[in-house]
């Protein structure tokens, strides 16, 4: 199974909500959601990187949600359809913004090489998470746990003032959740 098929049958498994189709199909077929890079040369910055590290972050998060003291300490608990909806679309901003280029490095022996890669060029300048809340909202309507995990998903890692943060931690728990799965995907598993 690719990646792609991955992500739908997680998605339309998961998620039931009104216009769920409708950004199913935006991403399909009217984005480069399944062929752009999650960065453009630090983590999968290679083409489905994107789709890859969503369906990254939906498996740690749901690991990190399935722990016991999550679930009875913290008392945690979370839909399907929350779990897949802040997983698979805290990145939507991505979408369109990742152009392919080139670059120049030096081998290994000192060389010049030009070698494939990609720049960021944003025509919806909207921030990060506020932007993937934002398109997300133009076909499904998202609960304000579900907006505050997917706007503050890059944690004390993102441009946000801190104490934004911390106090959308502090009330929202599950953007916390959202956010270490995030970074677990991002620093653990993708950055080989």
């Not at 003291?69 to 779990?83: D, I, M, P, Q, W």
């Not at 890692?157 to 911390?166: K, L």
Request: proline content about 2%; hydrophobic content about 35%.
């Amino acid at each position: 199974m690719t990646k792609k098929e991955e992500f739908i049958e997680i998605y339309r498994r998961d998620i039931k909500r009104e216009g769920s189709e409708a950004l199913l199909d935006y991403l399909e077929n009217h984005s480069d959601f399944f062929t752009a890079p999650a960065s453009t040369r630090y983590h999968l910055s290679y083409e489905g990187g994107l789709v890859c590290h969503s369906l990254n972050v939906y498996h740690c998060l749901k690991a990190y949600l399935d722990r016991s003291r999550v679930r009875e300490e913290y008392g945690l608990k979370v839909s399907a359809e929350t779990a897949a909806i802040i997983a698979l679309l805290h990145d939507v901003c991505k979408i369109n913004c990742y152009k392919k280029s080139f670059r120049n490095v030096k081998d290994e022996n000192g060389k010049w090489q030009r070698v494939p890669s990609y720049d960021y060029a944003d025509e919806l300048p909207y921030g990060h998470g506020e932007k993937s809340v934002y398109i997300i909202s133009g076909f499904i309507k998202l609960s304000r746990e579900e907006a505050f995990a997917i706007r503050y998903h890059m944690g004390f890692a993102g441009t946000e003032d801190t104490r934004s943060v911390g106090e959308s931690f502090r009330r929202f728990p599950l953007a916390f959740a959202l956010s270490t799965a995030d970074m677990e995907a991002t620093y653990f598993l993708e950055n080989k």
